[in-house]
């Protein structure tokens, strides 16, 4: 607590000392003067690398979900597989019953 109180003490001070005019002027308008060449060459900088690190990046995750479709459907061409829609063998009533009655059996879990 007593750290934090340090900081808000030393930040008014350094408020204080950049607000005093000299040649009708506050001091912290001089230090800018001085150092705003440099501060919007580092800004220009650090934007363009953002810029261009947010491009880069959409680039990518365009690329990967692009990826991930498949880009044709899959089927099957062997001749040994059944017809869609018809069962390859009869089943009776009862072993039905007994087949509905298990996945009855298996959904309650």
Do not use: W
């Not at 607000?19 to 060459?41: C, M, Q, R, W």
């Not at 869609?84 to 996945?103: V, Y």
């Amino acid at each position: 607590m007593i750290s934090i109180a340090k900081y808000f003490i030393l930040f008014i001070v350094c408020i204080l000392f950049l607000s005093i005019n000299v040649n009708d002027k506050p001091l912290f308008g001089h230090i800018y003067g001085v150092i705003s060449p440099a501060t919007e060459t580092v800004q220009d900088t650090i934007q363009g690398f953002f810029s261009d690190s947010y491009s880069h990046t959409h680039k990518v995750s365009k690329q990967l979900f692009d990826n991930s479709v498949p880009k044709m459907k899959d089927k099957i061409s062997s001749k040994l597989s059944a017809p869609a829609g018809k069962p390859q063998e009869k089943i009776k009533r009862q072993e039905q019953e007994e087949l509905d009655s298990l996945i009855k059996d298996h959904s309650k879990r």
